[in-house]
C-alpha cells in the first residue's frame, strides 16, 4: 500500500514514516520544509533500509500535489502539514488559518478528484477548548480553544465532518495526539525545532546540553499536585505506532465510511516538575530554572481517556517517562545542533 504523508520530514511525521516502512507500507513524503529538514528523511532511509519517495511542495500547490497523485498511485494519506505553534498562531493567525485549514482544503479536494478516500488527519488534544471537564474523551463536543492554532484543528475536524456527510466513499480518522515527546531509541532522529522551542522537553534538552541558560516554569500556583501545569506526554515512537494502528484499523474495516476521532494519550497527567525530576534522574543532568508568571492560555492539567484506542485499534502508549527521557537526551547529545551536519 503506498501512503502520502505531509509533512513527513517533521517531527511527528519522520518517526512516523519509520514506523510506516517497518510495516511494509510504501512512502511518498510531500513537505515544503518550512520547519523541517530532508536530513531527516535521509536518516529514516538508513534506519528502515528502505526508499522513500520525497517531493518537495506546499501543500496549497494543488497542481503539484495533484501530480503526486498521478504519478504515484496512492492508497491514503496521513496528513501531518500544519504550523504548530499556539504563541506565534495568535501574532500570524493569517498564515495559521491559511496553511492549517486552506491547505487542508486543497489536499481533501486533490484527494476527491483522484478517488483517494482513506484520510488520516493530525489533530490535538487541544480541540477540546476550555470548557470540557478532564480527562478528554471522544463523546464530548468539540470546544473552543484559546489560539488560532487550536481552532484551525477545530476547522479543519468540522470539515472532515461535512465533507463525510456530504460524500458516502470519505473514510477519516482524526487522531487527537496529547503530548508527544521523546526520539526514536537510536537517537539518529528526533524534534529538531527552528529558533526558541516552544515545547518543554527539545528546551529541557537544550538547557541540558548547554545550548539555553535556563528553563522557565510558568506559573507554580495552579490547582494541580505541586502547582505546576500537568499534560499527558506519549513517546513519539507510541505515537508513530498509533498511525499504523489507524491505518491497519481502515484496512480492518472495509465497510467504514465516515469519519471518526481517537484519542492518542497515556491517560496520565504528569507536572512541569515532575518532567524536570524525571529528566534528572534519567540523564544525571540538573536543570536549572526559574518560575515565571502563567501564560495566558494555559490550562492547569489535561490528559486523555484513551481506552476507544486501546480496544478499537488495540493501540496504547507502551513507553514510560524513563524511556521518553533518554531517548530525548540521547538525540539531543548525539545532535546538539539537530540536523545541522
Ligand atoms: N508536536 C506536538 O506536540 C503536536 C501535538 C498535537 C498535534 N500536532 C500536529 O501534528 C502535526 C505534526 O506536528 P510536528 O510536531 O511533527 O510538527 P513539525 O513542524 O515538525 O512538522 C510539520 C511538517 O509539515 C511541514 N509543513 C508545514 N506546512 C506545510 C505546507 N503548507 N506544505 C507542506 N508541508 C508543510 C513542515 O515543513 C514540517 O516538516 C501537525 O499537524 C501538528 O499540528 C503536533
New binding site residues.
Given amino acids: 500500500m503506498k501512503i502520502l504523508v505531509?509533512?513527513g520530514?517533521?517531527?511527528?511525521?519522520s518517526h512516523t514514516v519509520l514506523s510506516l516502512l517497518e510495516n511494509n507500507y510504501d512512502v511518498v513524503v510531500?513537505?515544503?520544509?518550512?520547519?523541517?529538514s530532508i536530513e531527516s528523511i535521509d536518516r529514516v532511509e538508513k534506519l528502515a533500509g528502505k526508499k522513500v519517495e520525497f517531493v518537495e511542495?506546499?501543500?496549497?500547490d494543488k497542481d503539484k500535489l495533484s501530480q503526486v497523485f498521478k504519478q504515484y498511485k496512492i492508497d491514503a494519506v496521513i496528513h501531518?502539514?500544519?504550523?504548530?505553534a499556539v504563541g506565534e498562531s495568535t501574532q500570524i493567525p493569517l498564515s495559521y488559518y491559511q496553511?492549517n485549514v486552506h491547505?487542508t482544503v486543497c489536499l481533501l479536494e486533490v484527494m476527491q478528484k483522484n478517488e483517494v478516500n482513506d484520510f488520516i488527519f493530525?489533530s490535538?488534544a487541544t480541540v477540546y477548548g476550555e470548557e470540557n471537564d478532564i480527562p478528554y474523551v471522544e463523546t464530548m463536543k468539540l470546544g473552543t480553544p484559546s489560539s488560532p492554532y487550536g481552532a484551525s484543528k477545530v476547522m479543519v475536524e468540522r470539515i472532515l465532518a461535512d465533507l463525510a456527510q456530504s460524500d458516502d466513499n470519505f473514510r477519516g480518522v482524526s487522531l487527537r495526539?496529547f503530548?508527544?515527546i521523546g526520539a526514536h531509541e537510536s537517537g539518529t532522529i528526533g524534534e529538531d525545532p527552528k529558533g526558541i522551542p516552544n515545547?518543554l522537553l527539545p528546551y529541557v534538552a537544550q538547557v541540558a546540553v548547554g545550548k539555553r541558560e535556563k528553563l522557565s516554569v510558568f506559573g507554580d500556583d495552579y490547582e494541580t499536585k505541586d502547582g505546576s501545569c500537568e499534560r499527558d506526554y506519549l513517546h513519539v515512537m507510541d505515537l508513530a505506532q498509533g498511525h499504523v494502528a489507524a491505518l491497519d484499523w481502515l484496512n480492518r474495516h472495509s465497510d467504514f465510511s465516515g469519519v471518526e476521532a481517537f484519542n492518542l494519550g497515556t491517560g496520565n497527567g504528569v507536572s512541569v516538575f515532575a518532567i524536570l525530576k524525571a529528566f534528572e534522574l534519567a540523564t544525571n543532568k540538573g536543570i536549572k530554572f526559574e518560575v515565571s508568571p502563567r501564560r495566558a492560555g494555559d490550562l492547569p492539567a489535561f490528559w486523555a481517556n484513551a481506552n476507544k484506542a486501546n480496544k478499537e485499534l488495540n493501540w496504547q502508549a507502551d513507553r514510560n517517562l524513563e524511556q521518553m527521557m533518554e531517548d530525548t537526551w540521547r538525540w539531543q547529545s548525539k545532535n546538539p545542533n539537530g540536523y545541522l551536519v
Avoid: E, H, Q, R
Fill in positions: 505531509t509533512g520530514a517533521g517531527y511527528i511525521g510531500y513537505d515544503n520544509l518550512v520547519n523541517s511542495g506546499d501543500i496549497c501531518f502539514a500544519a504550523l504548530k496553511n491547505g493530525s490535538s495526539y503530548n508527544p515545547n
